[in-house]
């Protein structure tokens, strides 16, 4: 069982920068693809961004590719995800989520085929 614990929301200008963090507990980490999506109110929960097992691929929504990295550091058992140039449209409540039964070069834009979540952490970002 997995347990997904977000951090590094905040409120940041229009422009700005923030680095969420996903810390996992298990002892299978680097066996898992990870994802980040985000929920803005009223509206429906979207995809962001997304991590093979590996590290080696990544794949971004369009609204925010060029903007935003996704990356791992297995030893740390934490995903993180590097916002820059942030835009009011990026406010959110931002989830990372777990797929613990991925093969090795998958990465998943389904929140379907994700079987864990965290709590989510609350971006702000001000014009």
């Known amino acids: 069982q997995a347990q997904l614990v977000e951090s590094g929301g905040g409120l940041v200008q229009a422009g700005g920068s923030l680095r969420l963090s996903c810390a996992a507990s298990?002892?299978?980490?680097?066996?898992?693809?990870m994802g980040w999506f985000r929920q803005a109110p009223g509206k429906e929960r979207e995809f962001v961004a997304a991590?093979?097992?590996?590290?080696?691929?990544?794949y971004y929504a369009d609204s925010v590719n060029g903007r935003f990295t996704i990356s791992r550091d297995s030893a740390k058992n934490t995903v993180y995800l590097q916002m820059n140039n942030l835009k009011p449209a990026d406010a959110a409540i931002y989830y990372c989520?777990?797929?613990?039964?991925?093969?090795?070069?998958?990465?998943?834009?389904?929140?379907?085929?994700?079987?864990?979540w965290g709590q989510g952490t609350q971006v702000t970002v001000s014009s």
């Open positions: 989520a777990a797929s613990v039964s991925a093969f090795w070069s998958t990465l998943y834009v389904s929140q379907k085929d994700y079987n864990y």
């Open positions: 298990g002892r299978t980490f680097s066996t898992w693809a």
């Open positions: 991590i093979n097992r590996g590290g080696e691929s990544t």
